[in-house]
């Protein structure tokens, strides 16, 4: 796959998350997508399948008022892109041993999406 090409998906994926378009979020995604959220090194969630993606992705629309994934940097090697990303947010809850409701979290990290068929088959968010 091309790397225009893998970028233009992942750019769609990010603004649609950023919009909380949960649909358009998985335009591009594979059936067979595993995705894993990494905070300090311990693998916090893992998903398998776009059923259970999309399901993890609409409950996560419910704990944000705001969100925004930037993107500073994509890094392509082969069919795998790292794209560095500055992530901002504010929780509708308080977090337990975590944010309270309302507070701006700034969350410096990387996600890595892997392409199989054209599609996005993984998708590793790691906040650091």
Do not use: W
């Amino acid at each position: 796959m091309e790397a225009k090409a893998m970028k233009q998906i992942i750019n769609e994926y990010i603004k649609a998350y950023n919009e909380f378009n949960v649909e358009k979020m998985l335009k591009n995604v594979h059936k067979n997508v595993e995705f894993k959220n990494i905070t300090n090194g311990e693998i916090n969630v893992q998903i398998k399948g776009i059923t259970a993606l999309k399901e993890q992705a609409e409950q996560a629309t419910n704990l944000f008022d705001e969100r925004e994934m930037k993107i500073i940097e994509h890094v392509i090697k082969g069919n795998t892109v790292e794209t560095k990303i500055k992530f901002e947010c504010t929780f509708t809850m308080d977090i337990p041993d975590g944010p309270k409701a309302g507070e701006l979290v700034k969350i410096n990290g990387k996600s890595i999406f892997q392409f199989e068929e054209g599609k996005i088959i993984l998708i590793e968010d790691i906040s650091y």
